[in-house]
């Protein structure tokens, strides 16, 4: 992890000898008591640590938050539910994109029976997506949502500009020309076996405007991360330094 993430804004903070944290820092990093290291709060500012102790009662931190995480990225990803393995891998990579939120709807041809890993019984899944967050170095936790069908993940939707994947329908690429007036999107990708004719009219009735990412088939996680980086380009997000000067 590039960032200590931690739950507080407080100006000392002590870590259990067990927090997964605690065994990073002194295992990965090989820091000891002397040493600094960045550390943010979640859903608030990024700084630097100073490890002040580190005994039987745990490490304790001094710590000094001074410059904001990147806000997040104005996108909402809908997602058709894909296989556990997948969804992980999306789990983890998604914080480094940014995004503010993702929903993932079960789509007329996912495998219910993904509902059902404990990838999503268990905190699994929130688990990755804090270490995504601290690999990416920032303190945005994206929100997830879960709705049963395309149509119900798309009812809660503002008017931000729609957007959805499909290689066969399309009508045009994703170029900047095509988005160049929004300031908010939603993204939409339908599961590995892609968008029923019925899904399909229903992004149509919904105002989305089908669009491909070429003329290849890519997997969904790459498919994912090719849109939402051109999305964070198109919306001029991409010239914030990682770490500004004090």
């Not at 943010?40 to 039987?56: N, P």
């Not at 710590?63 to 556990?84: E, M, N």
């Not at 009508?171 to 300031?183: G, I």
């Not at 968008?195 to 669009?211: D, M, N």
């Given at each position: ?135 990416a170095f920032v303190t945005h936790i994206p929100e997830i949502q879960h709705a049963d069908t395309l149509a119900e993940a798309v009812e809660s ?90």
């Open positions: 992890m590039n960032l200590i993430l931690l739950e507080k804004n407080d100006r000392q903070v002590r870590l259990k000898p067990n927090d997964r944290r605690v065994v990073h820092i002194k295992e990965v990093l090989r820091m000891n008591v002397g040493d600094y290291l960045y550390v943010g709060v979640e859903g608030g500012s990024i700084g630097k640590a100073l490890i002040k102790e580190d005994d039987e009662g745990g490490m304790l931190l001094e710590v000094d938050t001074y410059w904001k995480s990147p806000a997040p990225l104005p996108v909402h990803l809908l997602v058709g539910l894909p296989r556990p393995q997948t969804a992980r891998r999306l789990l983890r990579e998604i914080p480094s994109l940014g995004v503010e939120k993702i929903t993932f709807f079960l789509a007329e041809k996912s495998e219910p029976s993904y509902r059902n890993s404990k990838l999503w019984s268990t905190f699994e899944w929130q688990q990755l997506l804090r270490e995504g967050t601290e690999q939707l503002g008017s931000r500009g729609r957007l959805a994947f499909d290689l066969y329908e399309a009508k045009a690429a994703f170029y900047r020309e095509s988005v160049q007036e929004l300031k908010q999107m939603t993204l939409a990708f339908g599961p590995e076996g892609g968008w029923t004719e019925t899904e399909r009219e229903i992004l149509r009735e919904e105002s989305f405007k089908l669009c491909t990412l070429g003329p290849r088939v890519m997997r969904i996680e790459t498919a994912v991360i090719a849109a939402t980086s051109l999305a964070a380009s198109y919306l001029e997000r991409l010239d914030k330094p990682l770490v500004p000067d004090r």
